[in-house]
């Protein structure tokens, strides 16, 4: 094999070790995920794993932005479809954000929401990444309004939202819960949507 197949080998191990890890940290929090389990889903031996990463923490903190890479591409696309189909992009966030599909799945949502409670007790370089995360849905959000003023209000709201629907249950109280902040949302932040309706 030569150096640069190895290398493109190793990156795609990489890969598909980071992409087991984001899916874990975010269905079972950090204290859930091991490194045994991780190659073992990922398909690798456990003693690969230190050719990859120098600690179990480097791994969390990769798989955390890889998570948050993931989500943020997810969102966005769901959002640019709301939008072709004639919703504001305040609209398009709020109803992608707190859509009822991410009260059975966080595995795939959001890791802020998903992580948000674990992670000022994380290691340094845990806290760095999932500061970045809160600064990316931040940024997200503030694009979306009109008035990135609010975008720290709205984006509390959306994720302590999320974190307290999955709280009830992938059931009734916790769908009538997120339908419920949805509303308030766009009836609070959606100017456009608000303009229309005056008319």
């Known amino acids: 094999m030569t150096g640069n197949s190895r290398s493109a080998q190793k990156e795609i191990s990489r890969n598909r ?3 087991v890890a984001a ?3 975010r269905r079972d929090g950090y204290a859930g ?3 045994a389990d991780v190659m073992s889903k990922a398909g690798l031996t456990h003693g690969g794993f230190y050719a990859h990463f120098e600690s179990r923490e480097m791994m969390l903190a990769a798989a955390l932005e890889r ?3 993931l989500g943020a591409e997810v969102l966005a696309s769901r959002i640019a479809d709301r939008c072709a189909n004639g919703d504001t992009a305040v609209a398009a966030l709020v ?3 707190l859509a009822d599909a991410n009260l059975a799945s966080p595995e795939m949502g959001c890791p802020v929401a998903a992580l948000a409670s674990e992670m000022p007790r994380q290691a340094d370089q845990l806290r760095d ?3 970045r995360q809160v600064q990316g849905l931040l940024k997200m959000v503030k694009a979306a309004l009109p008035s990135g003023s609010a975008a720290a209000v709205m984006a509390s709201t959306m994720v302590g939202a999320l974190q307290l629907a999955r709280t009830l249950g992938n ?3 916790g769908k009538a819960h997120l339908a419920a902040v949805r509303k308030a949302l766009i009836d609070q932040y959606d100017i456009d949507l608000a303009d229309k309706t005056r008319r």
Do not use: W
Request: with cysteine; net charge negative; charged share 25%.
């Open 129 to 131: 990444a999932s500061c």
């Open 95 to 97: 109803e992608t954000y």
């Open 33 to 35: 995920v091991g490194v």
């Open 67 to 69: 998570a948050g890479e």
């Open 17 to 19: 070790i980071l992409d």
């Open 23 to 25: 899916k874990a940290i």
């Open 171 to 173: 059931n009734a109280k």
